[in-house]
């Protein structure tokens, strides 16, 4: 009998194994799971490495508390320092952090520097062609175009109908192509169109006309140009 009895036991041992695993605080006190190691000092402590696969979309991850999410990875920080951190440094051609689709960030942007980078147009295959951005104090909007003045040498520019809306503190800039004439803004900008004269007829004309930004969101974001670093920050660089 006392055989059965440990071959029964050796059964349940072997082949007995926990589906899930459910941890309650009114059952175990500041209950601690350690994975990789005997020491967590978190409610979930992970040392080594992690993968979460499922042949059916994954359901929805999230760290923070919510009460609702709509993608199926979410992080919510509402600390007083920053929200998530990435440090991921890559080697030569490789991203600290790649984003396969459409980004958007309801904030502002701070970087060190940013280009576009796209297949090189002459040798889609084997280059690619990077641009930097153009970089401003102001949050600038440019908007350029070319016009010929009429018989009159007067050309009215018709901008987008948001664009009184939208901008302030406008700067004009007039350049004559194929001719020696001059060139001025005989109207400024009313009703969203400003007006070029020169002073002579049939004259092509390039021009670029800037505003800043004075919607909602930016007249309650300024852009504050220099700043004392922080406590943390102070006698490091940003960028090493």
Same mark, same amino acid.
């Given at each position: 009998?006392?055989?059965?009895?440990?071959?029964?036991? #050796?059964?349940?041992?072997? #082949?007995?194994?926990?589906?899930?695993?459910?941890?309650?605080? $009114?059952?175990?006190?500041?209950?601690?799971?350690?994975?990789?190691?005997?020491?967590?000092?978190?409610?979930?402590?992970?040392?080594?490495?992690?993968?979460?696969?499922?042949?059916?979309?994954?359901?929805?991850?999230?760290?923070? *508390?919510?009460?609702?999410?709509?993608?199926?990875?979410?992080?919510?920080?509402?600390?007083?320092?920053?929200?998530? &951190?990435?440090?991921?440094?890559?080697?030569?051609?490789?991203?600290?952090?790649?984003?396969?689709?459409?980004?958007?960030?309801?904030?502002?942007?701070?970087?060190?520097?940013? *280009?576009?980078?796209?297949?090189?147009? +002459?040798?889609?295959?084997?280059?690619?062609?990077?641009?930097?951005?153009?970089?401003?104090?102001?949050?600038?909007? &440019?908007?350029?175009?070319?016009?010929?003045?009429?018989?009159?040498?007067?050309?009215?520019?018709?901008?987008?109908?948001?664009?009184?809306?939208? @901008?302030? !503190? #406008?700067?004009?800039?007039? *350049?004559?192509?194929?001719?020696?004439?001059?060139?001025?803004?005989?109207?400024?900008?009313?009703?969203?169109?400003? *007006?070029? $004269?020169?002073?002579?007829?049939?004259?092509?004309?390039?021009?670029?006309?800037?505003? &800043?930004?004075? !919607?909602?969101?930016?007249?309650? @974001?300024?852009?504050?140009?220099? +700043?004392? $670093?922080? @406590?943390?920050?102070?006698?490091?660089?940003?960028?090493?």
């Amino acid at each position: 009998m006392k055989n059965y009895l440990f071959i029964l036991c #050796f059964i349940t041992v072997k #082949f007995n194994y926990a589906q899930h695993v459910e941890i309650s605080e $009114k059952q175990i006190s500041s209950p601690k799971i350690g994975i990789g190691t005997e020491a967590p000092i978190r409610n979930l402590h992970l040392v080594g490495s992690a993968i979460m696969v499922q042949e059916q979309p994954l359901e929805n991850i999230v760290i923070g *508390t919510v009460d609702s999410v709509d993608a199926k990875f979410a992080v919510f920080s509402k600390n007083f320092g920053n929200g998530v &951190i990435i440090d991921a440094p890559s080697t030569p051609g490789g991203y600290g952090l790649l984003v396969k689709g459409s980004a958007h960030i309801a904030g502002n942007l701070s970087k060190a520097g940013g *280009t576009f980078k796209i297949d090189h147009p +002459q040798d889609p295959l084997n280059k690619t062609l990077s641009h930097a951005f153009v970089e401003s104090p102001q949050m600038l909007n &440019i908007y350029s175009g070319n016009c010929i003045t009429d018989t009159n040498a007067e050309a009215i520019v018709k901008l987008p109908d948001y664009f009184e809306a939208l @901008n302030q !503190d #406008f700067r004009y800039q007039l *350049t004559v192509i194929g001719s020696f004439t001059q060139a001025i803004v005989w109207k400024k900008v009313e009703n969203n169109a400003f *007006t070029i $004269k020169t002073e002579q007829p049939q004259t092509e004309v390039s021009w670029q006309i800037t505003g &800043i930004r004075k !919607d909602r969101w930016a007249l309650e @974001n300024p852009i504050v140009v220099e +700043q004392i $670093k922080s @406590n943390s920050e102070k006698g490091k660089w940003i960028n090493p």
